[in-house]
């Protein structure tokens, strides 16, 4: 199996299904770029060069630039996609969402309620997210636990290059509208994928890693994280379950029940701010159902209730570290260094 970045996954998934079928489009701003000027047209593709090559494919009926609107062409391809074509738009960073976020949660997310089951809107929002690319804080925010909170939308976080690519392609063949969120830090991650087409189905959660001490749940770049921390502590003899929940709506809370029973000892590790993030939703929703099986309090590692700092230094030191992942393992076990 050939190995390829978290980037080239992307698009392949969206080349495959461009060929596949021809009532997907994409649209975005600069995803092909240069138009207007006197060189290439497919200059750019993107701000970090996912769709380059897919204009030239594709053509410009198909691949299409648009203004700097988000709420002009977020609100076209949600249109489009109640009209028949199966837009996949690209809402550059995801904390541009305040342009658009009536389009996406008034618009997209209410129409099949609001037409009695009768509505589609296969219409995916590729966003980029999350902390350690040095954009700052208004380039750089975790915001998928506000759209997870709407009904009505389906939201995505590929944890790596294959998880990339199967949820893609599942969110492209989706009927419903799904916020599909990429981590800016994970573009050049490598990893094996398939040549071949394959979807991954949405409300299934991947359990990474199996253990018996403690259960770590955690959410896109995060999970590496997790890991990475799951594979240290083994060698001192802490086994640890490492759960990727992969969408946060729908949400295999089935799996997280599970696994946070057998060990009874929870870890949920979220790069968003602290309050109403996933991390305070699982505990909540595993302090309800599964109470009496746990053995200690759970653990949150989270972000601090703080914008995303410009400072490198402080930028580091606000993502959730390995070391506190690890630090609250060994809380919950007993087990210190």
């Not at 391809?77 to 996406?104: H, K, N, T, Y």
């Not at 966003?127 to 939308?153: D, K, V």
């Not at 929703?285 to 209730?305: G, N, R, S, W, Y």
């Amino acid at each position: 199996m050939a190995k390829k970045s978290y980037r080239q996954a992307i698009s392949e998934a969206l080349t495959q299904e461009m060929e596949r079928d021809p009532t997907i489009v994409i649209m975005g701003e600069d995803i092909a770029g240069g138009a207007g000027g006197d060189g290439e047209h497919d200059a750019w593709g993107g701000p970090l060069g996912v769709t380059k090559g897919l204009y030239t494919k594709f053509g410009p009926d198909r691949v299409l630039d648009t203004p700097i609107t988000e709420s002009g062409f977020i609100g076209a391809a949600v249109g489009a996609a109640a009209s028949g074509l199966r837009p996949v738009a690209e809402l550059m960073f995801v904390d541009f969402m305040g342009v658009c976020f009536d389009q996406i949660f008034n618009q997209a997310a209410k129409f099949k309620y609001m037409f009695g089951g009768k509505a589609k809107t296969p219409v995916v929002i590729r966003t980029m997210y999350g902390a350690g690319f040095r954009a700052a804080s208004q380039h750089s925010q975790c915001l998928y636990n506000m759209f997870t909170h709407i009904p009505g939308l389906k939201v995505a976080l590929p944890s790596n290059p294959y998880e990339a690519k199967g949820l893609l392609i599942q969110a492209i063949r989706d009927d419903d509208p799904v916020i599909f969120f990429e981590h800016k830090a994970m573009y050049d991650m490598e990893g094996e994928v398939p040549d071949e087409t394959y979807a991954i189905p949405f409300g299934q959660a991947n359990v990474t890693r199996e253990g018996d001490d403690a259960t770590i749940i955690a959410f896109g770049r995060m999970v590496n994280f997790a890991n990475t921390v799951a594979d240290k502590l083994s060698k001192d003899g802490i086994s640890c379950t490492v759960v990727d929940p992969r969408t946060t709506s729908p949400l295999d809370t089935e799996t997280i029940l599970e696994t946070a029973a057998e060990t009874g000892r929870v870890v949920v590790v979220d790069e968003a701010h602290p309050r109403c993030n996933m991390a305070t939703d699982i505990s909540a929703l595993i302090c309800q159902e599964a109470f009496d099986k746990l053995k200690a309090p759970i653990k949150m590692v989270t972000a601090p209730h703080a914008p995303v700092p410009f400072s490198a230094a402080l930028e580091d030191l606000y993502i959730p570290s390995m070391d506190k992942i690890e630090a609250a393992v060994r809380s919950v076990t007993g087990k210190s260094h």
